[in-house]
């Protein structure tokens, strides 16, 4: 480590209070990222509801440089869970203007994830799903989610132009750029991966043909939104499944993205068949060396591109927990911004604390039912903080001793219920 990396140990949050500039020249007034964390905050006919606003100025507030949004859906035919917001034309522009007037404030960036989930959509809540290939997920998760039908070229290109559209909307809105969800097994992912796109024409097959989707998307999103607005990605470093994606193929997509413009890659990891995305608080320290699970790869893409003089905008996500942590991640240059999800759940202050050297511990715990097969599947603890953010929206505090079993009952009878709701408005 040189002697500026040795001088985080003195002063940690130097580091995290740098601005950042994108390539474009937007500068983002520090390091700290808030990932995506799907609110299920819209109606059950996935309009924003208000709720988005209030929790979204908390955020804001709470000093993060750049936000990104939960996942929003770009075809109201292919929603991920109920709750959804669906942004396909703009009959409801002045609920998302209040919605990015409140996430913007305190000069803060904030982006609209946007996405498509493919067949990643549990059995029922839409009419049909689609995916590349009509290929349903493995034995383990063959319960939740139907076998999709192979996209036709002509559908393809239809949720392209979707992905564009919804895009330029959230610009009229005052959205501040957005991020294309190509991470955890949605279509984007779906496309990228030999095992869930096995198509023969010109979008299966090699690499390049598989990332023609993405490379279409984001090359539609920029005709539709100009070049000085930032549209970044969230990219899986690898499946983590036999015969996936891997770390290989999502260096050589990064590449390519980074060269077409794309503003900031996010890195995360896995898909429902394997969520090693939301892993973390459920699993002992020792299982990864250093406190964010891919900042390995981080360091890999680092060393294969700085050589070419490619520089990747990088924001890595996934188990940051303390301020040295941080520190040590951008002293190292492997990162350029830091990914967190979860603390934000639980303290929507946490980025003023590490900015002001008071974030002294963990924010989070582990949520358990104390039930193992519960506790192992990723969805329990995404439920137990989908209702944190739930209590922000309505102005109240998040409750960081909830009890986990307690949580799921309430949960499962809510989604359940708005499940059925939304299958029943669909039919
Ligand atoms: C409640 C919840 C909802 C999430 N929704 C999304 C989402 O909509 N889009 C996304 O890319 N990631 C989503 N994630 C994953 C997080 O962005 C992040 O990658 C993951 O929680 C690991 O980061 P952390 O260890 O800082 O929490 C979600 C996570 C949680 C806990």
């Known amino acids: 480590m040189n002697s500026a990396a040795n001088a985080h140990l003195i ?16 500068v983002i007034k520090n390091r700290l990222l808030k990932s995506a964390m799907s609110e299920a905050l819209g109606t059950i006919d996935n309009v924003p509801t208000m709720k988005l606003a209030t929790l979204y100025r908390r955020w804001a507030k709470g000093g993060v440089g750049l936000c990104v949004t939960g996942n929003v859906m770009i075809d109201a035919r292919a929603i991920g869970e109920p709750g959804n917001v669906v942004l396909e034309n703009d009959k409801h522009m002045s609920k998302l203007k209040l919605w990015a007037k409140a996430g913007t404030c305190n000069n803060t960036q904030l982006w609209m994830q946007i996405n498509h989930p493919g067949k990643q ?16 997920f493995g034995p383990a998760l063959t319960k939740f989610f139907e076998i999709p039908r192979e996209l036709t070229e002509n559908e393809i290109l239809d949720i392209i132009t979707r992905f564009a559209t919804t895009a330029s909307l959230a610009k009229e809105a005052g959205f501040t750029g957005v991020q294309i969800h190509g991470a955890h097994g949605y279509l984007v992912s779906q496309f990228l991966s030999p095992n869930h796109n096995q198509r023969t024409d010109q979008w299966g097959g090699s690499l390049e043909n598989r990332m023609r989707f993405v490379r279409e998307v984001y090359r539609s ?5 100009g070049e000085d607005f930032p549209i970044g990605i969230k990219l899986n470093s690898a499946d983590f499944q036999k015969g996936g994606f891997t770390e290989e193929e999502s260096i050589e997509v990064i590449k390519t993205l980074t060269d077409d ?5 996010e890195i995360s990891g896995g898909t429902y068949e394997s969520p090693v995305m939301a892993l973390g ?34 924001a890595v996500t996934g188990g940051f927990r303390t301020t040295t942590g941080m520190a040590d991640a951008l002293a190292h240059d492997n990162l350029d911004m830091v990914g967190i999800a979860r603390p ?14 008071q974030a002294k511990t963990n924010p989070i715990r582990a949520i358990s039912t104390g039930i193992k097969f519960v506790d192992d599947a990723a969805l329990m603890e995404v439920a ?24 799921l009952v309430k949960t499962l009878l809510t989604s359940g219920y708005k499940t059925f709701r939304t299958r029943r408005l669909r039919a």
């Open 11 to 26: 002063n940690s949050e130097s580091y995290v209070q740098k601005p950042f500039t994108l390539p474009n020249g937007i």
């Open 221 to 225: 999103i920029r005709e539709k939104v």
């Open 121 to 136: 959509v549990p059995k029922g809540l839409n009419k049909n799903s689609v995916a590349p290939s009509a290929i349903g």
């Open 384 to 407: 137990w903080y989908t209702r944190q953010l739930h209590r922000m929206g309505v102005g109240k505090n998040p409750k960081p001793n909830e009890g986990a079993i307690s949580s």
């Open 261 to 265: 413009g794309m503003a900031l890659i």
């Open 281 to 314: 608080s459920n699993i002992k320290e020792s299982t990864y060396t250093r406190e964010a699970y891919f900042l390995k790869f981080a360091d890999t893409i680092r060393q294969e591109t700085t050589a070419s003089g490619l520089k990747i905008p990088l």
């Open 344 to 357: 934000l759940a639980v303290d929507p202050d946490y980025p003023h604390k590490v900015l002001s050297g």
